[in-house]
């Protein structure tokens, strides 16, 4: 929303930015790359873009509306953009500038934190007998109506400076484009709003300029967003007050949306009024730029689909829908003559059906068993296809011979690994989620209530007796991605094949790597596992620390945990490193077929 009233958009640039570090040896000549960064010039040629438009399934396709324009632009300006989204996104994490509950295209997040968030708060509502009212708004045009001179003015705000935002103006400055339909190509268009479509960066600036919706919301009203999919949800007990705090929040929003340039669709925005109450009571009269929301029974967010009782009975009955087309895929495939081989027939099923069941399934996997239940018929018939087995061939026998898990079972190993995904990321929302003790009590009394997902995931956890499993944070990675870190590996024995290889020759060269390094503190690490049992030790020259891992973990882990204590003792330098007068140390893991 540029027009004559906006400063002009300059970017004042400073020496001290990390950012814009991108210096060459003085031997070699610049490439062009670091002559665009440098010298603060852009290609023409890079801000013009070829649209495809794509006829949306099932629409008109007379009404140029029903298409999807695809924008093929530069691979070169591509590349040297997906450098810049690095740095962009490196700083805005590091300084924290993104709001938690903004999942869009961010590293860890995922639209499932989105579609948790909004499961557990309905959940817990139907625990303490409350009313949930969710709101869930369009933005129309949200990429080709952004606020260009609003990006840099955040981008400023923001404190950064340097050669990087001096990019971005150039890169958002002058966008032209031409449609291409079959052969022919039209006239040039200027694109004087918004930004770029098909670009790397384009995503990142968006959320940026979104960034501050949330922070225009009551207090008692949530909000989530992945990129542009907003959804607020107010709690309570009294149908007045959660109709007072969602209109002060939708007038909120709406003012917001007009000063930086957006438009909410009164038509497209609807809202779900989620409740178990048996009593009569109204939906809150809800307006948004003086048209009434509108109040549904479901609604699609993010793949999923909510019901007002959280059944995901039409969630279930669509998905299942939707795996019937694609199974006659395979049953084109399976043909006696011609068809594809077993691999090849798995491949496809995982493609094209199962990762539409993964989707979401720990989420609407909450759900009753006879409703799951539906779509195990889907399972059974894509296996019995790809393995040629009988009609009444057993259930079970289906899951040994294709090495596949029954779907329910799926769904409990997607969720717990969903679960130790939060609970190593510290920058996710719900890394620290624990229910009140209230909760935990109600949650005891009233079986009949669906307990939260970390709830289900305890109780998984409980009947596969791994409570006691110590989820390990990942750690958090502070390297600039303009700086080059080198790392020196020593292969000693990498050219030696072990079964032609006499042990005397490895015992040669580990005391020649000894000899070298006779001023570093020799460390070592292995893993062993046989039977049910798997352990590891890490020997230091005083001190030797084993330990016993589960039965269930495989020598991998068994080596890397070893290998990570190691390097947890060097760090917190522990007393077998204490008073030795070693330059250094370095780690040498005995391979396991020397005797040394």
């Not at 068809?339 to 996997?365: E, F, H």
Request: with cysteine.
């Amino acid at each position: 929303m540029e027009n004559e009233s906006d400063p002009p958009l300059k970017v004042y640039t400073s020496d001290e930015d990390d950012l814009s570090d991108m210096s060459t040896s003085d031997t070699d000549a610049p490439p062009p790359s670091f002559k665009i960064w440098n010298e603060q010039c852009f290609p023409s040629s890079w801000q013009e873009a070829i649209i495809i438009p794509i006829p949306k399934p099932g629409k008109d396709i007379a009404n140029p509306l029903n298409y999807r324009p695809i924008a093929l632009t530069s691979c070169l300006c591509k590349l040297l953009e997906k450098m810049i989204n690095r740095r962009l996104t490196h700083f805005l994490e590091t300084k924290n500038l993104l709001g938690p509950f903004q999942s869009g295209f961010r590293k860890g997040r995922s639209t499932l934190d989105n579609i948790l968030a909004l499961e557990t708060d309905i959940r817990l509502a139907f625990l303490q007998r409350k009313h949930l009212v969710a709101i869930y708004f369009d933005i129309e045009k949200a990429y080709d109506r952004t606020w260009r001179y609003g990006i840099l003015k955040d981008l400023y705000d923001s404190n950064l400076r340097g050669n990087l935002p001096i990019f971005i103006e150039n890169f958002l400055c002058l966008r032209k484009f031409r449609v291409r339909l079959a052969s022919e190509m039209s006239d040039y268009f200027i694109q004087e709003e918004g930004v770029p479509q098909g670009s790397i960066l384009s995503v990142t600036l968006f959320i940026l300029k979104i960034n501050n919706i949330l922070n225009h919301l009551p207090l008692s009203v949530k909000g989530y967003l992945y990129v542009d999919d907003l959804c607020i949800f107010c709690t309570g007990m009294n149908m007045n007050c959660i109709q007072r705090q969602l209109q002060t929040a939708i007038n909120n929003i709406s003012q917001w949306s007009d000063d930086n340039g957006f438009t909410i669709s009164a038509s497209k925005t609807a809202a779900v009024h989620f409740c178990r109450k048996r009593n009569l009571h109204l939906d809150p009269e809800l307006q948004l730029n003086g048209v009434s929301i509108p109040f549904l029974k479901e609604i699609r967010f993010l793949g999923v689909v909510f019901d007002s009782k959280l059944s995901f009975l039409p969630h279930v009955m669509q998905l299942r829908k939707k795996c019937e087309k694609s199974l006659n895929i395979l049953k084109v495939l399976s043909t006696t003559a011609w068809g594809a081989d077993r691999p090849s027939m798995l491949r496809i099923y995982k493609v094209t059906i199962l990762s539409k069941l993964d989707y979401g399934c720990q989420i609407y996997g909450s759900a009753r068993k006879s409703i799951l239940q539906k779509v195990d018929p889907i399972h059974h018939a894509a296996l019995r296809l790809c393995s040629g087995a009988f009609r009444i061939s057993p259930v079970q026998s289906l899951y040994v011979d294709c090495f596949e898990p029954a779907l329910n079972y799926r769904r409990q190993m997607l969720s717990l690994h969903y679960y130790f995904r939060i609970k190593s990321n510290t920058y996710n929302p719900f890394h620290n989620f624990k229910l009140r003790p209230f909760l935990v009590r109600l949650q005891e009394a009233r079986k009949s209530f669906i307990p939260v997902f970390f709830s289900r995931a305890h109780n998984i956890l409980t009947e596969l007796n791994l409570l006691y499993f110590h989820v390990t944070i990942e750690p958090k990675r502070n390297f600039p991605p303009w700086k080059f870190f080198e790392t020196h590996v020593l292969q000693p024995f990498e050219n030696f094949n072990k079964s032609n290889t006499a042990d005397i020759i490895y015992q040669k060269i580990f005391i020649e790597h000894r000899e070298h390094y006779n001023s570093f503190m020799p460390i070592y690490t292995d893993g062993s596992k046989s039977g049910d049992q798997v352990s590891f030790a890490v020997v230091f020259p005083n001190t030797i620390f084993s330990f016993r891992l589960h039965p269930s973990c495989s020598i991998f882990t068994a080596e890397i945990t070893a290998v990570l204590y190691a390097l947890e003792l060097i760090s917190k330098s522990i007393q077998p490193l204490r008073g030795t007068s070693s330059l250094g140390v370095t780690g040498f893991t005995t391979p396991r077929y020397s005797s040394v």
